[in-house]
């Protein structure tokens, strides 16, 4: 049973990724001002994140309470640390680029930031199957 619960808040966190990924950020940035989306994002991504990364580390508890130690264990540990990367290093860093105008700074962090969200997806994905 224990289980079947880390395989559906794995689904949980991809669904969250995909939704806000797909929903949330383009509606925002076709809906509000770039000032207004600014305010908005810089709430929220900060929740998206540590929600994320909550849940990610019941499941990678969950695996140790399973000793459950193999490819699975590796990936949620690395899905967790992307999560506590992109929110307590990245992010920052991608508010201070834009901040100071640093455009090319802000464009290479920020796509790193897709390129993270992108291979939590795969692997998630991976865990998934």
Same mark, same amino acid.
Request: proline share 2%; no cysteine.
């Given at each position: 049973?224990?289980? @079947?619960?880390?395989?559906?808040?794995?689904?949980? /966190?991809?669904?969250?990724?995909?939704?806000? &990924?797909?929903?949330?950020?383009?509606?925002?940035?076709?809906?509000?001002?770039?000032?207004?989306?600014?305010?908005?994002? =810089?709430?929220?991504?900060? +929740?998206?994140?540590? /929600?994320?990364?909550?849940?990610?580390?019941?499941?990678?508890?969950?695996?140790? &309470?399973?000793?459950?130690?193999?490819?699975?264990?590796?990936?949620?540990?690395?899905?967790?640390?992307?999560?506590?990367? &992109?929110?307590?290093?990245?992010?920052?860093?991608?508010?201070?680029? =834009?901040? @100071?105008? @640093?455009?090319?700074?802000?464009?290479? &962090?920020?796509?790193?930031?897709?390129?993270?969200? +992108? /291979? @939590?997806?795969?692997?998630?994905?991976?865990?998934?199957?």
């Amino acid at each position: 049973m224990i289980e @079947q619960v880390s395989i559906y808040l794995t689904a949980m /966190v991809l669904g969250i990724m995909l939704f806000f &990924s797909f929903v949330i950020a383009p509606v925002v940035f076709t809906t509000l001002d770039e000032d207004n989306a600014r305010k908005f994002i =810089r709430r929220i991504f900060p +929740f998206y994140y540590n /929600v994320n990364l909550g849940i990610s580390l019941i499941v990678l508890f969950t695996f140790i &309470s399973l000793s459950k130690l193999g490819v699975d264990f590796y990936l949620i540990l690395v899905i967790s640390l992307l999560f506590a990367i &992109s929110n307590y290093l990245l992010m920052p860093l991608i508010n201070k680029y =834009r901040d @100071q105008n @640093q455009e090319k700074k802000f464009k290479y &962090s920020h796509f790193i930031s897709v390129v993270i969200n +992108f /291979v @939590q997806m795969i692997f998630l994905v991976v865990l998934l199957i």
